[in-house]
């Protein structure tokens, strides 16, 4: 902001050194309106206004704003979980089984489900078997999830700038042996490899003997997953790299004396923050599934901890999906919406920042 | 007057790696340049693209690394500093861009670009680097309401005056100055010129001009010399070179700058024929020899100097004093 200090002089200058033309051109309207100057695909052009551009677009664009009101949904059902569970009277972990709780029998006569269908009780229903409440497995279930896909996005995003703007920055070996290892994370089979390193690390982490609703599988999941997902990035970020260090005013920065880490962090990251936001937010719906498969699959969050892919893996596991559908459908329509909206939501951030779209 | 900078036998060579073959092919963008720079005076540096000019600018910059060569600072010798050195001598010379645009970081503010220098050289206590920069900002004729402002929101000739301003900030007695006008529109040209000098006046800096325009050159260099090549063909007083030039590039250089008046006399002109000889393959000898507008008119005998290398001096031609 201004300092206090300066008059907020409005007055030209009584210098006639003071150029007319150009004062003339400072009072056109910023870019928006001005047709973008020439520029190579590296030069970002629009700079600044280029977050209020996109801002714009996305506001223009009806998926956009609706994966956006559908993403905060979301967001606020995972954050306000107490406050919903506690609206509803449910916890998450309580099991409430015995006869009071009983929905009917099949035709063999077993007891089927414990209120499997909504109620006003219980507003998703009661899980088969262990009868604890959906709604508010659901709601926390929406925390881990999205914990783990933001953490894992973070990290990934954090560790593919880093070494992919080292990779550019500094070329030659340093550029080689970066460029080598991410082919290699690249083209390693990920399930395959995160299937077997993810019993590994949490016994590693925690020992074999796991205390019931341990955040400890969380955190290996979001180490596992942000170490597997930079490799693209940093290739994106390295090629954005290698041209922006060609600029003048890199050279320019080295010229008055920057120190390597100043050009590095002041003068080049800030100009691939675009391309690496595009990337972040078409990473979270890819760990939020990746979520959802491993702890499907058994290696991710357990049981009692609730996270989507946890309660499809409970509807998976006691073959409770055969008798009772709308057990599997509630986490599966989550994880679809939820997938959706972020992508949609990506796309439309990717169309909003991309200088070679057309500007309207 | 009293010499600043001082550079003798710079050059440059680049590798050239062609396929397979690491032929020790290399590009001598610059060779054997020799010039020097006295305080408060400017040396314009011309010739056409691709001549070697702005590959030693970079080298007096030491953005670069000359092959070889020595550029002396008040005859202490600058082409082998290291860090702390180097940091001190990037105070004494500064640079500005040809490309006001590239110059200058889209994301960063323009207040701030021109406060880098001085936080990168903690040669201003922190509490008065604003102060500082609008002191600048007032001297390059920017308003201090420009502070906050970003690269994109000004025209070319005001994001020149940004980049003025930065490399002003050190208090330099050197500046660089790469074609600082050659993007810019010919209005916005002169002001640009006019506020280098004024600068030149009040502060007594010194610039190296580097331009291919050389009507800004006749009017701003105190001094000036001709690359062709990677090597300079004539150096001396702008007055002398413009008004009598010696050397048959010079001449022809010369001849071809656009005369305003559609009347006047353009038999004079001389035409150059033939390309620019590779850099990677440049003529033995004279380098300009194989596009001389003198040579088909002298005698075998004297032609055959041509091949020679051209002796050292203000003027690199083997037939210069004894006329044409």
């Given at each position: 902001?201004?300092?206090?200090h300066?008059?907020?002089?409005r007055?030209p200058?009584?210098?006639p050194?003071?150029?007319t033309?150009?004062?003339?051109?400072?009072?056109?309207?910023?870019s928006?309106?001005?047709?973008?100057?020439p520029?190579?695909?590296?030069?970002?052009?629009?700079?600044?206004?280029?977050?209020?551009?996109?801002?714009?677009?996305?506001r223009?664009s009806?998926?956009?704003?609706?994966?956006?009101v559908?993403?905060a949904?979301?967001v606020l059902?995972a954050?306000l979980?107490?406050?919903?569970s506690a609206?509803?009277?449910q916890?998450p972990?309580t099991?409430?089984?015995?006869?009071?709780?009983?929905?009917?029998v099949?035709?063999p006569?077993?007891?089927?489900?414990?209120?499997r269908y909504?109620s006003?009780?219980?507003?998703?229903?009661?899980?088969p078997?262990l009868?604890?409440d959906?709604?508010?497995?659901?709601?926390?279930?929406?925390?881990?999830?999205?914990?783990?896909?933001?953490l894992s996005t973070?990290?990934?995003?954090?560790l593919?700038?880093?070494i992919?703007?080292?990779?550019?920055?500094f070329?030659?070996?340093?550029?080689?042996?970066i460029s080598?290892v991410?082919?290699?994370?690249?083209?390693?089979?990920?399930?395959?490899l995160?299937l077997?390193?993810?019993?590994?690390?949490q016994s590693?982490l925690?020992?074999?003997?796991?205390d019931?609703?341990s955040?400890?599988p969380?955190?290996?999941?979001?180490?596992?997953?942000g170490?597997?997902?930079?490799?693209y990035?940093?290739?994106?970020v390295?090629?954005?790299?290698?041209s922006?260090?060609?600029?003048?005013?890199?050279?320019?920065?080295r010229?008055?004396?920057a120190s390597?880490r100043?050009i590095?962090f002041?003068q080049?990251?800030p100009n691939v923050?675009?391309v690496?936001?595009?990337y972040?937010t078409?990473l979270?719906?890819?760990?939020i599934?990746?979520?959802a498969?491993l702890?499907?699959?058994?290696v991710?969050?357990?049981?009692?901890?609730?996270?989507?892919?946890?309660?499809?893996?409970a509807?998976?596991?006691?073959n409770?999906?055969?008798?009772?559908p709308w057990?599997?459908a509630v986490?599966?329509g989550?994880?679809?919406?939820?997938?959706?909206a972020?992508n949609?939501?990506?796309d439309?951030?990717?169309?909003?920042?991309?200088?070679k779209?057309?500007r309207? | 007057?009293t010499?600043?900078?001082e550079?003798?036998?710079?050059?440059?060579?680049?590798?050239v790696?062609s396929?397979?073959f690491?032929?020790?092919?290399?590009?001598?963008?610059?060779d054997?340049v020799?010039?020097?720079?006295?305080?408060?005076?400017?040396l314009?540096?011309?010739?056409?693209?691709?001549c070697g000019?702005?590959?030693?600018?970079r080298?007096?910059?030491?953005?670069l690394?000359?092959?070889?060569g020595?550029?002396?600072?008040d005859?202490r010798e600058i082409?082998?500093?290291?860090?702390?050195?180097?940091?001190?001598?990037?105070r004494q010379?500064q640079?500005?861009?040809?490309?006001?645009?590239?110059?200058?970081?889209?994301?960063?503010s323009?207040?701030?670009a021109i406060?880098?220098?001085l936080?990168?050289?903690r040669i201003?206590?922190?509490?008065g680097?604003?102060a500082?920069?609008?002191?600048l900002?007032?001297?390059?004729?920017?308003?201090?309401d420009h502070?906050?402002?970003?690269?994109?929101e000004?025209?070319?000739g005001q994001?020149q005056?940004?980049g003025?301003?930065?490399a002003l900030?050190?208090n330099p007695r050197?500046?660089?100055?790469?074609?600082p006008?050659?993007?810019l529109?010919?209005?916005?040209q002169?002001?640009?010129?006019?506020?280098l000098?004024?600068?030149?006046?009040?502060?007594?800096?010194?610039y190296?001009?580097?331009?291919?325009d050389?009507s800004?050159?006749?009017?701003?260099?105190h001094?000036?010399?001709v690359?062709?090549?990677g090597r300079?063909?004539e150096h001396?007083?702008?007055?002398?070179v413009f008004?009598?030039?010696?050397?048959?590039?010079t001449?022809?250089?010369l001849s071809?700058?656009p005369k305003?008046?559609?009347?006047a006399?353009?038999?004079?002109?001389?035409r150059?024929?033939?390309?620019?000889?590779?850099?990677t393959?440049?003529?033995?000898?004279c380098?300009?020899?194989?596009r001389?507008?003198?040579?088909?008119?002298?005698?075998?005998?004297?032609a055959a100097?041509?091949?020679?290398s051209v002796?050292g001096?203000?003027?690199?031609?083997h037939h210069?004093?004894t006329g044409?």
């Amino acid at each position: 902001m201004l300092d206090p200090h300066v008059p907020p002089s409005r007055t030209p200058r009584a210098d006639p050194s003071v150029p007319t033309a150009e004062q003339v051109a400072t009072l056109s309207p910023p870019s928006a309106t001005t047709p973008p100057a020439p520029s190579s695909a590296a030069e970002p052009a629009g700079a600044r206004t280029l977050l209020g551009t996109a801002w714009l677009r996305i506001r223009r664009s009806r998926v956009a704003v609706g994966s956006l009101v559908v993403v905060a949904l979301i967001v606020l059902f995972a954050i306000l979980a107490p406050v919903l569970s506690a609206i509803e009277g449910q916890d998450p972990y309580t099991s409430l089984t015995g006869p009071d709780y009983l929905d009917g029998v099949d035709t063999p006569g077993l007891p089927l489900s414990y209120y499997r269908y909504p109620s006003t009780d219980h507003w998703l229903g009661l899980e088969p078997g262990l009868g604890r409440d959906i709604f508010a497995r659901m709601a926390y279930g929406a925390r881990i999830s999205l914990v783990i896909a933001l953490l894992s996005t973070m990290v990934s995003v954090f560790l593919g700038t880093v070494i992919g703007a080292a990779a550019g920055y500094f070329g030659g070996k340093v550029d080689m042996v970066i460029s080598r290892v991410m082919d290699l994370f690249l083209a390693f089979p990920h399930l395959l490899l995160v299937l077997s390193l993810t019993p590994i690390l949490q016994s590693r982490l925690g020992g074999t003997a796991l205390d019931s609703g341990s955040l400890l599988p969380v955190a290996s999941l979001v180490i596992i997953l942000g170490f597997f997902g930079w490799a693209y990035l940093a290739r994106v970020v390295r090629g954005q790299v290698l041209s922006l260090r060609e600029q003048e005013f890199v050279e320019a920065a080295r010229a008055y004396g920057a120190s390597r880490r100043s050009i590095i962090f002041r003068q080049i990251i800030p100009n691939v923050m675009g391309v690496v936001l595009v990337y972040a937010t078409m990473l979270i719906p890819t760990n939020i599934t990746a979520e959802a498969a491993l702890s499907f699959l058994g290696v991710g969050v357990k049981d009692p901890t609730p996270s989507w892919g946890q309660i499809l893996n409970a509807a998976q596991a006691g073959n409770w999906y055969l008798s009772d559908p709308w057990f599997l459908a509630v986490p599966a329509g989550a994880l679809v919406i939820t997938v959706l909206a972020f992508n949609l939501l990506g796309d439309a951030v990717r169309d909003a920042l991309d200088p070679k779209s057309s500007r309207h | 007057m009293t010499q600043l900078l001082e550079v003798t036998d710079l050059t440059k060579h680049f590798p050239v790696r062609s396929g397979a073959f690491r032929s020790g092919v290399g590009v001598k963008a610059v060779d054997r340049v020799s010039f020097s720079v006295d305080a408060g005076q400017t040396l314009g540096l011309v010739g056409e693209s691709g001549c070697g000019k702005s590959t030693t600018g970079r080298m007096l910059m030491r953005l670069l690394q000359p092959t070889s060569g020595s550029i002396r600072l008040d005859g202490r010798e600058i082409s082998e500093l290291r860090r702390s050195d180097l940091q001190e001598y990037r105070r004494q010379v500064q640079m500005v861009f040809q490309n006001p645009s590239s110059s200058l970081n889209p994301r960063q503010s323009v207040g701030s670009a021109i406060a880098a220098p001085l936080l990168a050289q903690r040669i201003t206590p922190r509490g008065g680097v604003k102060a500082a920069v609008r002191d600048l900002m007032d001297r390059v004729g920017l308003r201090p309401d420009h502070y906050n402002r970003f690269p994109h929101e000004f025209s070319g000739g005001q994001k020149q005056r940004v980049g003025i301003a930065r490399a002003l900030a050190l208090n330099p007695r050197l500046i660089i100055c790469d074609e600082p006008v050659s993007a810019l529109d010919v209005s916005v040209q002169a002001q640009v010129i006019n506020l280098l000098e004024d600068i030149q006046r009040d502060t007594g800096v010194a610039y190296v001009f580097i331009a291919h325009d050389l009507s800004v050159v006749k009017h701003f260099a105190h001094r000036v010399a001709v690359m062709y090549l990677g090597r300079i063909m004539e150096h001396g007083e702008t007055r002398e070179v413009f008004d009598t030039p010696r050397h048959p590039y010079t001449q022809a250089l010369l001849s071809a700058v656009p005369k305003a008046d559609p009347a006047a006399d353009r038999s004079g002109r001389i035409r150059l024929t033939g390309d620019l000889p590779s850099p990677t393959d440049p003529p033995s000898g004279c380098v300009f020899r194989s596009r001389c507008q003198l040579r088909p008119r002298l005698d075998p005998e004297r032609a055959a100097l041509c091949a020679d290398s051209v002796p050292g001096g203000t003027i690199a031609c083997h037939h210069h004093t004894t006329g044409m």
